[in-house]
Nanobody, 123 residues
């Protein structure tokens, strides 16, 4: 599975962005997918995850109620809608395919990673 994240950019605080993750290669519809982010000088952290079916999702407390993760298996796409963005959301955002069907919060559970897309939120 190859993953490619896109949709990042520069946005003012309070603004919105929708990140996209496109999958190619063998089917990924049986894998959970997660979004992670890594800010400069910080460790990579879990942001949101969605089960293989799309029926179950989970969010980090830092983004809960401001983000929505969704997927379209027919298009092999996963999305992360981010609203009310804050400067502390500035980071490189990565999508990743989990080894299993439900999302985990630990990056070690993810087998395939995209290249990342930079989100910069100005104050």
């Amino acid at each position: 599975v190859q993953l490619q994240a896109s949709g990042g950019g520069l946005v003012q605080a309070g603004g919105s962005l929708r990140l996209s993750c496109a999958a190619s290669g063998r089917t990924f519809s049986s894998n959970a997918v997660g979004w992670f982010r890594q800010a400069p000088g910080k460790e990579r952290e879990f942001v949101a995850g969605i089960s293989w079916s799309g029926r179950t999702s989970s969010y980090a407390d830092s983004v809960k109620c401001r983000c929505t993760i969704s997927r379209d298996n027919a298009k092999k796409m996963v999305y992360l809608q981010m609203n009310s963005l804050k400067p502390e959301d500035t980071a490189v955002y990565y999508c990743a395919a989990d080894r299993g069907m439900v999302p985990h919060t630990s990056s070690t559970e993810y087998e395939y990673w995209g290249q990342g897309t930079l989100v910069t939120v100005s104050s």
